[in-house]
């Protein structure tokens, strides 16, 4: 087994409708305006002492399957969708120690709004706010923004290391210290430990200091997702904790290396990044229980065909509604979205036809199986770990419920924990020190 624990974590897909259509969701068509799930879901995942908790986020409505938003408002697919930053400052309010990590796109802020944003988030958090940063990817979003379409993929990437430079020299343009507080002298900041910033680059500029004052963390943790080639040496450049759903335990431990090997040419410690595989495990009090389950979830995937290949399409902005779906994808496919997802789907299609590719891809199980009793499950999650070698797990699960919570935090993490293989209880009273404690 590991010798150190691993991390948990939990990605969020989207702060919009959950689980619609689904057993164990109450009302939730007409209460989903009120966030009372996801701050019950907050305490829960910190009572059972998970890392953070990722909210994904897109700022627009589908429209790439069949050219038009009608199944995207439908079914409810990724709208609608509430701002991420409210939404994690009213999980901040009712937490104490878990990271809260909504997504921003550097597409979509002024560095300057941005860099003001998180650490705002990280001041009214006490030290407990992260940023999931990317590049975007639909060509939707950036029309919402006044642009034509997003820029190319690796050029996304060429701006968004100089944007991660703009906004890491507004969080450092407060040193320590500032805050004097000196009630005896009427000063409250130092002056001489505020600077300005004078950024005039390729792609950004800005003045600075900050107005907003300091990060308690000195700056928030940075979270990544990036599965390209690309999008690696940018997570090894700038994440504290990257997002990764490789296929199976060899793709993931490759992931892993590759990344490190980036980190280490760049200078940083590979151990300074946490590396974390989305799972969607399935659990039932017996293992035949636990199948039956995961066959309800293959046969509602192979049932969605159409809804799934348009939350597929939505972000890679291919429209499968053009295609024959019992015949293969075209070669010539290509996308200026999430490259590492298409090339994924061509792997596992292997000459079958869309249909039959979509009925398995992704259905149930995303980096591994995991299906089975809570005291199996973590046994398999250990196991996987130790082959892995690090550094931990990030629930992407499409049904969140509050059974859902209570089956991961009254089953599985006891679970986990009785093996040692995650904490009983926080070290720290800051995100990136609970993430770097072991």
Known sequence: MATNPFHLAWFLQGSSVQAWGEPWTGHIGTTWEQPELFLDMARSLERACFDYILLEDSSYVGESFG?????????????????????????????????????FGTYAYHPYLLARLVATLDQVSAGRAGWNAVTGSSDFAAMNFGMPGMPEHDLRYDMADEYMEVVRGLWGSWEPGAMIADRKSGNLIDHTKVHAVNYNGKYFKTRGPLNSGPSPQGRPVIAQAGGSPRGRRFAAAHADTIVVN??????????????????????RKPTDCKVLYLINPILGETMEEALERKKKRECMAQANIQERLAHFGKVTNIDFGRFDLDKPLPDDVTTNGHQLNLEQFRTLANGRSIRQTMASFNAVDLSIELCGTCDSVAARMGEVMHEVGGDGFLFSMPNVNRRTLAEIEDGLVPALQDRGLVRKAYEHKQFRENLLAY
């Open 67 to 103: 050219g038009s938003t009608e199944i995207y408002l439908k079914k409810a697919i990724a709208v609608p969708r509430q701002d991420p930053s409210v939404v994690a400052a009213l999980m901040t309010q009712v937490t104490s120690r878990i990271g809260i990590v909504p997504t």
């Open 246 to 267: 490789a296929k199976g335990i060899d793709a993931m431990r490759a992931y892993r290396d590759d990344v490190h090997r980036h980190m280490a040419a760049l200078g």
